[in-house]
């Protein structure tokens, strides 16, 4: 479950929900979605760049629980493996096909956890320039250039909560008019599951 909010002035705040396909096959590759007036002035494309390791889509936002501003896709983990989807996020003049700069986002990913027995979830970004785990979260963070990757611990944290911090993981972007995305899980055990990142 990503949010891209800020908690002070310094971010904008944003909300993601109701995408429209705009472009290609609903859950395939170069799949776009649109998401209208996330901030003031500002639409997002989101773009399905590719699956790794047989993960797919299940929902592109769920709607109907979780975290409703948030953008909250359902991704389908094979079992045995590492897996994940790249994405793409660019924002856009509202209303056009423009790219905007944006100086400052933060991205909150909330609900980064397991399920309790042999999964983990996984979420990243490119063109990161700092990050911050919240108190307490039980997430491992890998930082490498602009590339940041978190991988939770196999514990669950109950319900889709802002205040759940040990499940929360926060990264910074800087004059960005796109971020690559990533959203998965290591799932160990032998069946496919459906998590919401």
Known sequence: ????????????????????????????VNAVYKFSTVSSGIDAHVKIVSFYNGASVSTIDNLSGGYYDAWQPFINSPGNCTSWINWNITFKVAGTNKDTMLTRVAATAIDVDGDGG???????????????AMAGAQVTVTFRNDSCVATSSTNNVANIDTNRTQAMFMKIFNNVSSINYRTGAVNGAGGVQIRQN
Request: net charge neutral; proline share 5%; hydrophobic share 30%.
């Open 118 to 132: 042999s999964l983990r979830e996984i979420v990243g970004a490119h063109k990161v320039s700092t990050y911050s």
């Open 1 to 28: 479950k990503s949010s891209v909010a800020g908690s002070s002035h310094l971010y904008p705040d944003m909300s993601f929900n109701n995408p429209v396909l705009i472009s290609g096959t609903d859950g395939h």
